[in-house]
C-alpha cells in the first residue's frame, strides 16, 4: 500500500461504483491533485456512509481497508484513515460510533475509540 496510490486502491476495490465515485468528485470538486485527505474526507467518507445503509457486504470491505491503512508503516496513510475517514463517519449527524463498531479491526476501533474522548461522544 503506497500513499500515492490510496484513492485508485481504494476505488478499485469497487469498480461497479466508479460512476458513483466520479459523480461524488464531480459534486464535491475533489481532485486527486489536492491530496488524499481530500480524496478520502470528500469522496470517500461519504461513499462508505452510503453503503452503511444499503451494502453491508461492500461497507466490510470498504473498513477492511481502513483497518490496513491504521497499521499501515507509513504514518500518513494511518493518519488519512483516522482524519479523513474514522474521525468523519463518528462526528456524522446521520453516522457516529455505534453504527460502525462492527465494522471496524482492532486499529480502528482504537483510534475511533481515542477520538471519540476528544470529541466526549
Do not use: W
Not at 22 to 34: D, H, M, P
Amino acid at each position: 500500500m503506497k500513499y500515492e496510490d490510496l484513492y485508485d486502491e481504494f476505488i478499485n476495490l469497487f469498480p461497479e461504483d466508479h460512476e458513483q465515485f466520479k459523480r461524488l468528485e464531480e459534486k464535491t470538486g475533489a481532485e486527486r491533485s489536492i491530496g488524499m485527505h481530500i480524496m478520502f474526507g470528500l469522496v470517500v467518507s461519504p461513499y462508505i456512509l452510503s453503503l452503511l445503509e444499503k451494502d453491508h457486504e461492500k461497507a466490510k470491505q470498504a473498513f477492511d481497508f481502513v483497518e490496513k491503512m491504521e497499521i499501515s508503516e507509513d504514518e500518513r496513510i494511518a493518519n488519512v484513515a483516522d482524519v479523513s475517514v474514522l474521525e468523519i463517519l463518528i462526528t456524522e449527524e446521520t453516522c457516529g460510533i455505534e453504527k460502525i463498531r462492527k465494522y471496524l479491526g482492532p486499529e480502528s476501533l482504537a483510534s475511533v475509540s481515542h477520538t471519540a474522548k476528544y470529541y466526549n461522544l
